[in-house]
């Protein structure tokens, strides 16, 4: 039995919708995204969770300002859970 | 990951490329119609051909999967399509010695534009959220109003050509003045900062395409085009920029070490 607590079952929700959103625009998006998130700053995907700003310099590096549509497609993922404190607070700073 | 060497290198090899195909083209026309004809035809070999390699690489790369993956594939439709038009143009004209147009080849070229018109709904999807609707009309007014001239041109031609000739030069207006509205929706962004260069690349290649057919119709229309003409050199370029834009892509989707992966949804079961 996986006894998960809020911030774990948080942070694979934030992963998840990640993880769905870059591999719907395709493996090799989701591939450079979490090398470029290992070589700037040493984090992984789940690591976002808390990091958020890690992701979003990430995604401002591949598709320059105009990465929103991305981060609307990770949102609209996470929608229903978006009451969640810590993940109001990655959607907050994400959306900024 | 693309780092700003490789990208200035990018852009060096690019504006090589570009120069030394006008410096060919330049010393073609100095060398008589023969030659000029004979080296301008060859160009559309290996310029063309080096696109469909790199498309391929791209397309094999993203796996059809993904939005990434199904606009890449779009674009070999376009690659391919425009390859073997121009290789039958090179024989018809070539070999044959028979005038390129109409011929099977113009079914090629247009083949190429709806796979081009789709692709680039793809390529533009990451960044719709900065696309306005203000934007967009201004945009679709503009190519409406580059449309025009062109559509009055090419239905102004001959009045001996067949009705089907007359619709196959109609045809190249209306597909350019389509792939017009994404392409210059591109270069928007990069004008606002909001994409980088060579993303910008092939919206950038596009509208060099459809300056290139424009150039060609009024050309083929005072019977002023040559197989060598400045205009070849612009499709060249065009097809130039294409390749840079798709090699900058590869650039920044490279394989890479899977160590970088280990950690994700799954190392938190």
Not at chain 1, 56 to 82: M, P, R, T, W
Request: proline fraction near 4%; include cysteine; hydrophobic fraction near 50%.
């Amino acid at each position: 039995m996986f006894d998960a607590t809020n911030g774990e079952i948080s942070k694979a929700l934030v992963t998840l919708a990640i993880e769905k959103t870059l591999l719907n625009m395709g493996k090799p998006v989701l591939d450079e995204v979490a090398h470029r998130l290992f070589t700037n700053y040493k984090c992984f995907i789940p690591d976002c969770h808390e990091h958020p700003e890690y992701l979003k310099s990430v995604l401002k590096e591949l598709y320059g300002n105009c990465y929103s549509n991305i981060v609307e497609s990770i949102k609209k993922s996470l929608d229903e859970f978006a009451t969640k404190k810590s993940i109001e607070h990655f959607l907050m700073v994400i959306s900024e | 990951m693309q780092t700003n060497l490789e990208k200035s290198q990018i852009k060096k090899y690019l504006l090589l490329s570009i120069l030394g195909t006008g410096f060919i083209m330049l010393l073609a026309n100095f060398a008589g119609q023969e030659v000029r004809t004979l080296i301008t035809n060859l160009l559309y070999v290996p310029v063309p051909g080096a696109l469909v390699v790199l498309s391929i690489i791209i397309a094999v790369r993203f796996s059809v999967k993904g939005e990434h993956g199904r606009a890449w594939i779009l674009f070999v439709g376009v690659s391919v399509s425009w390859f073997i038009a121009e290789q039958i143009w090179l024989v018809n004209d070539l070999v044959y010695h028979i005038d390129p147009f109409p011929s099977l080849a113009d079914f090629f070229y247009l083949a190429g534009y709806p796979f081009l018109f789709l692709f680039s709904i793809y390529y533009l999807k990451p960044v719709k959220g900065a696309i306005s609707k203000k934007t967009l009309t201004y945009v679709s007014l503009t190519a409406i109003t580059l449309l025009v001239p062109s559509l009055y041109m090419a239905s102004g031609q001959d009045s001996q050509i067949s009705d089907f000739e007359l619709a196959l030069a109609l045809s190249y207006p209306i597909a350019d003045g389509i792939v017009l509205i994404p392409a210059l929706i591109g270069v928007i962004l990069f004008f606002r900062g909001e994409v980088n260069f060579l993303w910008s690349l092939i919206c950038i290649a596009i509208i060099l395409n459809v300056v290139a057919d424009t150039g060609f119709l009024i050309t083929s229309m005072n019977g002023s085009y040559y197989m060598g003409h400045p205009i070849d050199m612009l499709f060249l370029w065009a097809y130039i920029l294409f390749s840079f834009g798709v090699y900058s892509h590869i650039q920044i989707f490279k394989k890479h070490h899977p160590h970088i992966k280990s950690q994700s949804i799954d190392d938190l079961r």
